[in-house]
């Protein structure tokens, strides 16, 4: 069996927001990188060479070989991330505040009507969904520390509190649809991205 290629960084970055994101545009990865264009599409010419990623209709979509490639490559590029003791502690408080998003999500989903039954949240009641956004906002403030901490080792961690902070501004002007749309750039999309990208940056597997 061929071993997966270790990628350059730049390259990296960008296989590992087409999988983060399963489908995206050239414009989007230019977005999410900082990088021109042409780059990116230089970038994308190597990765499919690779048959690492596939580009259909304007599309770049990830191939079966790009998590392989992402793990060895994450091995070799975060090392000094996996042994620094600081951002290991910040990791366990992590799961706690992970757990407590989950419950959070459901909350917005369903309501509890008591005695173990829930229903459809409908979204009338406008206190009960005012409550489930004020702790989703304090969720988000506990993961500053250890984003922080992922920054000090890579600059691009740095995305997320900006892309946080954009829908939490859309969702507190009446967009409630950012806390949990599946097509937009929502608070439940971002914080699965962001657990999906900690959980491959450490070596870790999905627990829940």
Same mark, same amino acid.
């Given at each position: 069996m061929?071993?997966?290629?270790?990628?350059?960084?730049?390259?990296?970055?960008v296989l590992n927001i087409v999988a983060l994101k399963k489908m995206v545009t050239v414009p989007d990865l230019a977005e999410?990188?900082?990088?021109p264009e042409d780059a990116i599409t230089e970038?994308?010419?190597e990765l499919t060479g690779r048959e690492l990623v596939? #580009?259909?209709?304007?599309? #770049?979509?990830?191939?079966?070989?790009a998590e392989p490639?992402?793990?060895?490559?994450?091995?070799?590029?975060?090392?000094?991330v996996r042994s620094d003791p600081a951002v290991a502690d910040l990791v366990d408080r992590f799961e706690t505040v992970n757990a407590q998003f989950l419950v959070t999500m459901s909350s917005w989903q369903q309501i509890d009507t008591g005695g173990g039954h829930k229903v459809a949240n409908d979204h009338t009641d406008a206190a009960y969904d005012e409550k489930v956004i004020?702790?989703?906002e304090k969720l988000i403030r506990r993961l500053t520390p250890l984003l922080d901490a992922l920054t000090g080792h890579d600059p691009r961690f740095a995305g997320y509190p900006g892309r946080f902070a954009t829908a939490m501004d859309a969702i507190d002007a009446g967009g409630h649809e950012? #806390?949990?749309?599946p097509t937009r750039d929502s608070v439940h999309n971002i914080w699965f991205e962001f657990h999906e990208d900690l959980l491959r940056t450490l070596g870790r597997e999905r627990t829940e």
């Open positions: 061929t071993a997966a290629p270790t990628l350059p960084k730049a390259e990296y970055d999410a990188t900082g990088r970038m994308l010419s596939a #580009v259909a209709g304007g599309a #770049v979509l990830p191939t079966d070989g490639a992402l793990r060895a490559s994450a091995d070799e590029h975060y090392a000094g004020g702790r989703l950012l #806390v949990s749309s």
